[in-house]
């Protein structure tokens, strides 16, 4: 039996480039997404994001386009297994329309 689907905008797996960084913070880490949503992101992590973080995101959607900047909040974290790097679940907590 399936697990109820709690998101509420439909996830596609897409492998972009991404910087995050925390608010006030110098550290910025370069990344790949692993799916993407109008509601938020799957990324990995060499840096780990406590659940709950506040996190500037820009997400390059195309090549040769400008990033997309958005604000977002972290809901989830995991370790992968063997490896120093975690998965990361973000949800866009301000977009702007024209950015949707």
């Known amino acids: 039996m399936s697990s109820q689907e709690r998101r ?3 996830r596609v797996r897409a492998y972009r480039p991404v910087r995050l ?3 006030n913070s110098p550290q910025v880490v370069e990344t790949l997404t692993k799916n993407l949503s109008l509601g938020g992101i799957q990324c990995l992590s060499a840096s780990i994001f406590p659940v709950s ?3 500037n995101l ?3 959607l195309s090549t040769g386009e400008a990033s997309l900047s958005v604000k977002g909040r972290t809901v989830w974290v995991r370790t992968i ?3 120093d ?3 990361l679940g973000i949800s866009f907590a301000a977009i702007s329309p024209d950015n949707k």
Do not use: R, T
């Open 53 to 55: 973080s506040d996190v």
């Open 81 to 83: 297994p063997y490896s």
């Open 85 to 87: 790097q975690f998965e």
């Open 58 to 60: 820009d997400l390059m």
């Open 21 to 23: 960084q925390k608010p």
């Open 8 to 10: 509420s905008a439909p």
